[in-house]
């Protein structure tokens, strides 16, 4: 019996695997708890104000502390909302979060708003970047700083890669979509092609086998 | 100068509206048009520019700030964060309302299936660029490998995992 239903409990599992992509925005609103009323709209320099600190705090990918911030601290979005919103972000080109500043801050005061959510994400961020790019001119003759970015630009290749792994991984039992992505790899890293006729020709070619597999 | 600028205003608002599925896909053309096309830097200042960008809090894309800067100083640094973020915010604002009447349309949901397979294809070459153009020594390459696996088997914090990588760097075992 035990058995029976472990057996059950996986095939369920791979079934969800394979329909992750689909049903993440499903999963995302089942997991919210009851939520308490939404706060009074910000205003411009709240947006401000709001999006400067989440720049400053988040190390390592906005995403998980945007949503922290926006519904369950501000509570300006409902978690429906928010997931709805992301959706598109994720969707348009540009970063998710960058685009999820400009969306929120349209959402409740309009241009001025966006333009607020906006300046004030990448406001912090760019200073303390410059900052560091300031150290690392000043320094980098320096035999100690050059070992230590030499270390420090290898961890970050190999968090790009974790990542990489990460999209791929879903992608393993559709074999229609890992060919896509072969491809792309092929183009882009092994023939070098610029990004924009890759693009061209890939897209299009997988926005039709998805909605063919759908129907 | 002025031309510098006119050409990182025209490479930067082209990867702003081309970089679907995050910044990191337009990573490697970045590295193109910097690198190969206008010879600003060597790869592998730009993968070091990249780390430090990563090392800093904010949005994915940090290093656009960074190459703007590092290429023609606080106007180029201006420059570049218009180009990048100007186009596709625009395109944000101008997206919201429609996608709020297309919320049943069937082809809203083939689009955002129809992009994952690319993204990730153009994401693993991001990684492959940067981790060639980062690791000139064995040592580099065991860091990376390293940083990868803990990132994907651990849930420890990547600020953790960049300062071990460049501490196992600042001793200068098997490096030049």
């Known amino acids: 019996m035990g058995a029976r239903k472990n057996r059950f409990a996986r095939r369920r599992f791979g079934a969800n695997l394979l329909s992750l ?19 009074r709209p910000p205003t411009v320099w709240e947006i401000f104000g709001g999006f400067l600190g989440l720049g400053l705090i988040s190390f390592g990918g906005a995403l998980p502390l945007a949503r922290r911030a926006l519904v369950e601290q501000r509570r300006w979005l409902s978690a429906e909302k928010f997931t709805d919103l992301l959706g598109l972000c994720q969707f348009l080109p540009g970063g998710s979060v960058i685009n999820l500043s400009v969306a929120v801050g349209m959402r409740f005061r309009g241009v001025p708003g966006a333009l607020a ?51 791929l991984l879903p992608l393993r039992h559709k074999p229609v979509a890992a060919l896509i992505a072969a491809l792309g790899f092929i183009a882009i890293a092994i023939m070098r092609l610029p990004l924009l006729p890759t693009m061209l020709v890939l897209t299009p070619f997988s926005i039709y086998i998805a909605s063919r597999k759908a129907r | 100068m002025n031309d510098t600028l006119i050409s990182l205003a025209v490479i930067f608002s082209q ?4 970089a679907f599925g995050g910044g990191n896909t337009i990573l490697p053309e970045m590295q193109r048009q910097v690198v190969d096309v206008h010879h600003w830097m060597p790869a592998s200042e730009f993968s070091a520019l990249f780390a430090l960008a990563q090392a800093a809090p904010g949005p994915n894309l940090m290093v656009v700030t960074l190459v703007g800067w590092h290429v023609a100083g606080w106007a180029g640094m201006l420059v570049t964060s218009v180009a990048k973020f100007g186009p596709s915010s625009l395109v944000t604002v101008l997206a919201m309302h429609a996608w709020e009447r297309c919320k049943d349309r069937p082809w809203r949901r083939y689009a955002q299936l129809g992009l994952v397979p690319v993204t990730a294809g153009v994401v693993a070459a991001s990684a492959a660029l940067i981790a060639e153009a980062s690791n000139p020594t064995a040592i580099a390459w065991a860091i990376t ?15 953790w995992l960049l300062a071990a990588g460049s501490l196992i760097g600042l001793t200068g075992i098997g490096q030049l």
């Open chain 1, 21 to 39: 992509n689909r049903k993440l925005t499903d999963m995302d609103h089942d997991l919210t708890t009851p939520e308490p009323a939404l706060a």
């Open chain 2, 145 to 159: 490998a390293f940083t990868a696996v803990m990132a994907i088997k651990t849930r420890i914090h990547p600020l």
């Open chain 1, 117 to 167: 959510g906006l300046l004030g994400l990448i406001a912090g961020p760019s200073l303390i970047v410059i900052g560091l790019g300031v150290l690392y001119e000043h320094t980098q003759n320096d035999p100690h700083v050059r070992h230590l970015f030499a270390g420090l630009a290898a961890a970050a290749a190999g968090l790009l890669i974790s990542m990489a792994v990460k999209i």
């Open chain 2, 15 to 18: 990867l702003s509206l081309l």
